[in-house]
Every structure is written in C-alpha cells, then in structure tokens.
C-alpha cells in the first residue's frame, strides 16, 4: 500500500505529507498540549506549519538535486513521519530554525562536487551554518561537514579552508554590531555560549525516550547498510552519501554535548537517517520489509501522542 502509493514522485504526495504533518501539528498543539485559545495561537499554529512546509520544500530539492534516492517520495513521507514522533518540535522553535539554515548549508556543501563557484559555496555554507548556531549553538559543529567537504569535494587548493573563518566573523560580527545597538552589549557571545552535558536524565521519560530509540535504531540500520552499499555508488554520487555518513555522526556528538536535552535535538539527525532508509526501501527485493518499514514510521507518531 504505503510502497505502491510513495513509489513515485508526484505534487500530490507532497500534499498528503503536508496534510498528515498538519493534522500531526493540530493534535499536538491544540488537544495535547492545550494552547490554541485565541487568535495569536492560531496564528502561531499557522506559522509553524510554514516553517515545515518550507524544511519539506528544501528537502526534496536537496535529494532530486543531488540524486541521493530514486525518483519517488519515500524519504519525504520518512521525514514527515520523524518530525511528528518529536512533539516537542512545535514547541521549540529554534531547534527547527537552526535545521532549517543547516539544509542551506548542505545545499551548498554537496554542490560543491560540481566544482564550481566552489569559493562563493563555502562562503555561503560557513554564513548558513553561523546563523544555524546563532538558534542552536552546538550547530556550529557542523562547521566540520563544511571542511570535510572542502578537502574530499571541492580541489587541491586548501587555501579554500579559510573562506568558512570569513563566513563565520562577518557573522559574529554583524551579531555583535546588533547586541551593541540594542542591548548595549559587546559581550554577548559570553552568555551565548553552551554549556557541555552529559547528563541524560531528560530521556528517563517515555516521550523522550521512545522518538530517541525508534530514529536511533533506525539511524544505525540506515548507517550500516549504506556503509556496505556504498560500494555500488556511482563514484560521481559517492562523496555526497559520505558527507551524510559525517552529518549523521556530528548530529550524534551535538546530541551527546548539548545542555538543552529534550529530544527537539533528534531533528539533526533526520534528514540522513531519512534518505538512508528511503534507499533501503527503493532497492529492498521483499516489498514486505519495505511496507512495515513505511507503516512502522506512520505508525510511531500516533504512540506518541498517547503515551503521557
């Protein structure tokens, strides 16, 4: 059912997925968690929908663009389906918006395999993903998948290597230029910065903990048969599908040193783990694995909505 209906890629699967992450987005904030009471929470509601219609957007262009699966919407309805076992996300919006700038930035990062305009990519990677850290601080490791790109992806000239310090100061410092006019503060990134975690105890809890063993099990999964698979690549994709090997590692150390453990941290590590497993499914021979794999993600968000 799931298999036939997503095999391909049509507008009206981006619909569907629209309408279930809307329905999800409905639930979540209006009857469990109780705040849609006037006209401004609606318009909130509104607005968040927005937010991820525009991250759906930007994914798929991102995997038709670059190729990372076959021509249908597995990983989309994949995508909808991980956002939605994270309820917490319509409530933590600069999780979200950090993500956001981070698609950006690998956007740019896997073009630069074309190996033009390489320097104008960088440098607009390095901005994305210093705004990305101004929402969410530990973004800023991302700023390791940009020089990892640079030395497999772009050429020889490792003098590319300083154009993501130019993309990150002209950020800090047209940053510091607004704290200084409005807060009156030159100081800023002193109170900005994260503390190290490992204090785990916000997953002691089953809303928490659940969404955090579905995707990572599911990351693993998708990891390791990549890993194997990536043999049959064409070379020309190969480098891409290793700067998501990278991603989703960096989305893991992010998750292990933030402060703000809550599960909203899960959402750097879905849009790999979502191709990964969409590649599972498009060249699984047993469709049947293929179908509980899509009813299995369909399924999860619904357990956790009612589980207390």
Not at 22 to 49: R, S, V
Not at 164 to 169: A, D, H, K, L
Request: proline share 3%; with cysteine; hydrophobic share 55%.
């Amino acid at each position: 059912m799931l298999t036939s209906f997503f095999s391909n890629s049509k507008p009206v699967h981006f619909i569907v997925v629209s309408l279930l992450l809307f329905a999800g987005c409905f639930l979540y904030t209006i009857l469990d968690l109780n705040e849609a009471n006037n006209y401004t929470d609606i318009a909130l509601l509104l607005t968040q929908n927005i937010i991820f219609l525009l991250l759906f957007l930007l994914f798929s262009f991102i995997i038709k663009k670059n190729r990372l699966s076959q021509s249908n919407s597995y990983a989309l309805f994949l995508f909808c389906c991980f956002i939605l076992t994270i309820p917490l996300l319509f409530k933590e919006p600069n999780p979200v918006f950090s993500f956001f700038f981070l698609l950006l930035a690998l956007r740019r990062i896997l073009s630069l395999s074309s190996k033009k305009n390489s320097e104008k990519k960088i440098l607009d990677a390095s901005i994305w993903i210093a705004i990305a850290a101004l929402f969410y601080f530990w973004s800023i490791l991302f700023f390791i998948i940009l020089f990892i790109a640079i030395i497999q992806l772009a050429s020889k000239n490792y003098k590319l290597v300083f154009i993501p310090f130019v993309g990150f100061t002209s950020i800090f410092f047209l940053t510091t230029v607004y704290h200084i006019t409005v807060n009156d503060s030159f100081w800023w990134f002193l109170e900005y910065k994260e503390q190290i975690s490992f204090d785990f105890s916000p997953y002691y809890s089953l809303k928490t903990i659940i969404p955090f063993i579905f995707i990572l099990l599911l990351g693993v999964f998708g990891v390791i048969y990549k890993s194997i698979n990536i043999s049959n690549t064409p070379l020309k994709e190969k480098s891409k599908y290793w700067i998501l090997l990278f991603s989703v590692l960096i989305g893991l150390i992010l998750i292990i040193l933030t402060n703000n453990k809550n599960g909203s941290e899960l959402i750097f590590l879905l849009a790999p783990i979502s191709i990964f497993i969409a590649n599972f499914i498009e060249t699984n021979s047993k469709k049947w694995i293929s179908e509980l794999f899509l009813w299995f993600a369909f399924v999860s968000p619904f357990v956790i909505f009612f589980i207390k």
